[in-house]
């Protein structure tokens, strides 16, 4: 009876003794000029606390429950010496249950720490985004890319009389940068555009949207090509195209492999007063004989499809794989885009939207025939016309071959660009009426 009773007494403490440390499945990072990003991958959730350190500028993580390994380890050679903000990071059992993380950085920074749930292939993630105490503007990035372009120096004034109301990340603690003073010396701006409204002499500006990227891989085809490497190639080829046109100029609201929250992109395209905003992707279906391109814009009001609303609901949680802290994320300014969304915005985008898929149903087929409507949080900026095209369907094993084709990619950008030119030769956009 009394060894009964031992055994009785014993049999909580193992399990506890069993789960005091969780395990490490991966560790990621994603080095970008915007930000960078570190995940650790965890198959329990862990509480972690952190501070910041000056001179020199160091970022403190202490992670609970964990003990040293060789995954942990690994985060040592994940630091890549050209990472904009981590110069490297020391790893130690800081206390029997506790590892800390110090990463040496290059620049002050604004941490943000969170974890986030199981969802999708992911398991618990503790997620480090090291964002710059001054936030990346994207209209100074715009100029600095224009060098000796003609158009830089109106590109300056807009960059001049941008308004500071929607500041690019909303990171606490951030801020964006003052505005650069300087005149290029620089050929007389070209006049503008036949077709362009009277007495705007700006370029007129395209936000490109490739969807997905960094944590976020978008859909897989049956030969494991990412939906976010296709779509950010197709997005800098139409991105050479546009800027090859006189007097028009992209932006892209993430121009490498990192993950960019749905209402920063919106607020991007704002920033940058971007006449014209396209979302691209390359979706997949449950079934692989689904094929051909479409082309969606905004509903208030329901989607026009089950197919559209399904699409929608996939796009829309993009920020629950990607990852955003839910803590900081600001839920008035998306419950004001939102509200403003507005029907001519919406009129507009099924205007260009007809005009693109137009162009692309000549080089390849299409799923739909007419633009379809549903509630795609990327489309909600209230004063740009905005679409969606999704390029093809990557689960259709031919049209997952198209799409890592060059010379595919290269037409779907043509045919964009033809469906934008033809766009805006029918009168001024919505955003240039303003």
Do not use: C
Not at 50 to 60: A, G, S
Not at 355 to 379: C, D, M, Q, T, Y
């Amino acid at each position: 009876m009394i060894a009964s009773a031992t055994t009785l007494f014993i049999l909580p403490v193992i399990p506890r003794l069993a789960h005091a440390a969780g395990t490490i499945l991966a560790v990621r990072t994603w080095p970008a000029d915007e930000y960078t990003r570190v995940t650790l991958e965890l198959d329990t959730e862990l509480k972690a606390e952190h501070f910041t350190l000056e001179h020199p500028d160091r970022l403190v993580v202490d992670i609970n429950g964990l003990t040293m390994s060789q995954t942990i380890n690994n985060l040592i050679s994940k630091v890549k010496p050209n990472d904009p903000y981590i110069a490297s990071v020391r790893v130690a059992q800081n206390r029997p249950d506790v590892i800390r993380l110090v990463f040496d950085l290059k620049q002050a920074i604004a941490p943000q720490v969170f974890t986030l749930k199981p969802i999708g292939e992911y398991k618990y993630r503790l997620v480090l985004d090291l964002y710059p105490k001054v936030a990346q503007d994207p209209l100074l990035a715009i100029m600095n890319g224009a060098d000796n372009d003609p158009l830089a120096e109106v590109l300056e004034n807009l960059a001049q009389n941008a308004p500071d109301s929607a500041p690019i990340p909303s990171v606490q603690g951030q801020k964006l940068p003052p505005v650069a003073t300087k005149k290029p010396d620089l050929d007389p701006l070209p006049p503008p555009a036949a077709n362009g409204p009277p007495g705007i002499n700006r370029p007129i500006l395209i936000a490109l949207d490739p969807g997905h990227g960094g944590e976020d891989p978008g859909a897989i085809g049956r030969n494991g090509t990412r939906e976010k490497d296709i779509v950010l190639s197709i997005a800098r080829r139409l991105k050479k195209l546009i800027d090859s046109q006189p007097n028009m100029r992209a932006y892209l609201t993430r121009d490498n492999d990192y993950f960019v929250p749905l209402q920063v992109r919106v607020q991007k395209a704002r920033r940058v007063k971007a006449d014209l905003f396209i979302s691209i992707h390359a979706d997949a279906w449950i079934k692989p004989s689904a094929r051909g391109s479409s082309v969606f814009a905004l509903s208030q009001h329901g989607a026009t499809s089950a197919a559209a609303r399904w699409m929608a609901k996939r796009e829309n949680e993009a920020d629950l794989i990607g990852g955003i802290n839910l803590g900081s994320h600001n839920k008035q300014v998306a419950q004001v885009l939102l509200d403003l969304s507005t029907a001519a915005q919406i009129n507009d985008a099924m205007r260009v939207g007809g005009r693109v898929l137009s162009e692309i149903g000549k080089i390849n087929s299409l799923h739909k025939a007419s633009v379809e409507r549903a509630g795609f949080a990327v489309l909600k900026a209230p004063d740009i016309p905005s679409i969606l095209v999704e390029t093809a369907f990557i689960s259709n094993p031919e049209e997952e071959r198209l799409l890592r084709s060059p010379a595919h990619q290269d037409r779907i950008a043509s045919a964009m660009l033809s469906g934008i030119n033809g766009y805006f030769a029918q009168g001024p956009a919505l955003a240039r009426k303003s």
